[in-house]
C-alpha cells in the first residue's frame, strides 16, 4: 500500500540500490531519514541484495562437456572437408589393390617360365594347348567362341600350316605321341606360338602402369587424409 | 548513507586475467582455449540456468546447450565481453527449455528449494551462523523461484551475478530503465515473499 506522504517504493529501492538520481534526490534521501517506515525498508532492501550477492555457487549437477565432437567442427563451416574425408578412405582402398596387382603381375611377367603357363594370358594358353594336340589339334580342340577362339587361330600363324599338314585322319583321332615329322612341325609352331606369345603380351594389363598408378593414388589419399585431420583439428 | 555491500559492477566471476587472448585464440578455432573458457564460465552458467529453470538436469541440459550454441555462434562473437555474451546464450537456452517444458504440461514440477548449493565449511567460527546461512539462502532461493520470469532473470544477472544495468540490458535486449524498473519491482517483491523470514536477515 502506498502511503500519500511516502515516496514510492521503486524510488525507495533505487535509493537502497545507491542509483546517483535517487542519491541526488535531496527530498527522498531527507524523508528516509527521517521515516520510521521508509528507513527500515530501504535498510532491508540492501540487506536483500547483500544475501543475493552471497548466494553460494551452484555445482552442475553432472559434468558437462565443454566442447561439441570433432566431426561437427570440422564440417562447420567446410563442408568440403567432409567431401575429402569420405573419398579419401576408398581411394586408399582402391590405391592398395593397384599396388598388389601391379606389384605381383610386373614381378611374374619377368618370371621365368612362369608366363609360359599359368601367368601368360588365357589367349596363350588355349593357342598352346591347341598347338601342343598332335595332328590338326588347333581345329580339334574345343576353344571357347567369340574372342578366344578367334584370337587363337588369327594370333598364331603357324596353327593354319599346322593343320594343314598334319596326319590324315588325325583330325578325327589325334595322335597322343606324334611322329618326328609331327615333332618337327609341333616345334616349328611352337616357335611360331612364341611371337605369338609377344604378340597377346602386348594387349596384358599395363601392370607397371597400375603399380604407378597406385603409389601415386596412394600417396595423394594419404597427403589429403592428413590435411582434412589438421583442420579437423584446428 | 552507507553503499550496498556489493556495487552491481563488481562481477562474482571475475573474467580471466589472460580473457583477452584467450578468446581471440578461441574465435579463431583453438578448441583448447574455447574449453577453457567454458571451464571457467561452467559454473556461473549453469547457476543463472538452475535458477532460472529450477531444476538440476534442465539446468545441466541448458548449460551444455549454452556451450554447443556458443561453439557454433564463436565465429559470429564481435568482441565485448565475454562472459556476457557467453550467459546470454545461457539464458536463451534455459528459456528455450522453459518454453519446451511449457509446451508439456505433463511434465513434472521442480521439487523447489533442493540445488546443488556448496555446503557450509564445516570448520566455520560459528555454526549456528552457518546454519542460519544456509537457511536464509534456502529461502531466497525459493523466493526467487516466485518471481516473474522477466524481474527473475533481471535479478539474478543483476543481484546474484553482478552485473550492471547496462549489461543485463544488452543480455535482455530490453531499455535500461526497463531493466531498471525490473529489478526494482523484482527486489521488492523478494522482500514481500521474505517477510515472514524477516529474522533471517539480521545479524
Known amino acids: 500500500m502506498q502511503h ?24 527522498l534521501v531527507t524523508h528516509v531519514a527521517g521515516c520510521a517506515r521508509c528507513a527500515p525498508m530501504v535498510q532491508e532492501l540492501r540487506t536483500l541484495h547483500s544475501a543475493l550477492a552471497e548466494l553460494p555457487d551452484i555445482r552442475p549437477s553432472r559434468p558437462l562437456r565443454f566442447l561439441p565432437a570433432v566431426p561437427e567442427r570440422a564440417s562447420h563451416g567446410f563442408p568440403w572437408l567432409g567431401v575429402l574425408r569420405g ?26 617360365g612362369f608366363m609360359g603357363s599359368a601367368g601368360a594370358a588365357p589367349e596363350l594358353n588355349q593357342t598352346l594347348s591347341g598347338a601342343q594336340s598332335s595332328g590338326g589339334g588347333a581345329a580339334t580342340v574345343p576353344l571357347p567362341a567369340g574372342k578366344s577362339a578367334a584370337a587363337g587361330a588369327s594370333a598364331v600363324p603357324g596353327s593354319a600350316q599346322f593343320q594343314s599338314r598334319g596326319t590324315p585322319g588325325a583330325s578325327a583321332t589325334p595322335s597322343l605321341v606324334p611322329s618326328n615329322h609331327d615333332a618337327a ?48 583439428l584446428a | 548513507m552507507a553503499e550496498p555491500d556489493r556495487a552491481p559492477s563488481s562481477p562474482r ?8 587472448a ?57 568482441g565485448g565481453i565475454f562472459r556476457s555474451w557467453l550467459m546470454r546464450i545461457t539464458a536463451n537456452a534455459s528459456y528455450d527449455i522453459l518454453r519446451r517444458a511449457q509446451r508439456r504440461p505433463t511434465t513434472a514440477l521442480p521439487e523447489p528449494a533442493e540445488g546443488k548449493a556448496e555446503l557450509p565449511d564445516i570448520g566455520a567460527v560459528n555454526p549456528f551462523d ?26 539474478v544477472l543483476c543481484d546474484v551475478y553482478g552485473m550492471d544495468y547496462g549489461e543485463v540490458a544488452s543480455m535482455t535486449d530490453s531499455p535500461i530503465g526497463t531493466v ?24
Open chain 2, 180 to 203: 531498471k524498473s525490473r529489478i526494482h519491482r523484482g527486489r521488492l517483491r523478494l522482500r514481500e515473499i521474505l517477510a515472514p523470514q524477516r529474522e533471517l536477515f539480521e545479524r
Open chain 1, 4 to 27: 500519500l506522504n511516502h515516496p514510492e517504493d521503486e524510488r525507495l529501492a533505487a535509493l537502497a540500490a545507491s542509483e546517483p538520481d535517487a542519491l541526488t534526490d535531496s527530498s
Open chain 1, 185 to 232: 612341325a609341333a616345334g616349328h609352331s611352337l616357335s611360331a606360338v612364341s611371337r605369338g606369345a609377344t604378340e597377346v603380351d602386348t594387349v596384358r594389363p599395363p601392370y607397371a602402369l597400375m603399380l604407378g598408378a597406385g603409389v601415386v593414388l596412394l600417396a595423394a589419399a594419404l597427403v589429403t587424409r592428413g590435411y582434412v585431420r589438421r583442420r579437423s
Open chain 1, 87 to 112: 573419398i579419401t578412405a576408398p581411394a586408399m582402398a582402391i590405391a592398395v589393390l593397384l599396388i598388389v596387382v601391379g606389384a605381383f603381375g610386373t614381378a611374374f611377367r619377368n618370371g621365368v
Open chain 2, 22 to 78: 584467450v578468446v581471440a585464440l578461441a574465435v579463431s578455432g583453438d578448441r583448447p582455449a574455447f574449453a577453457r573458457l567454458m571451464e571457467h564460465y561452467q559454473s556461473a552458467c549453469y547457476g543463472v540456468a538452475w535458477r532460472l529453470l529450477g531444476d538440476p538436469d534442465q539446468a545441466a541440459d541448458a548449460t551444455q546447450d549454452a556451450f554447443i550454441h556458443a561453439y557454433d555462434a564463436l565465429r559470429s562473437y564481435r
Open chain 2, 13 to 20: 566471476v571475475q573474467p580471466l586475467p589472460d580473457e583477452e
Open chain 2, 130 to 155: 552457518e546454519a542460519r546461512k544456509s537457511e536464509l539462502y534456502r529461502f531466497l532461493e525459493q523466493a526467487l523461484r516466485l518471481l516473474p520470469e522477466d524481474q527473475r532473470v533481471a535479478v
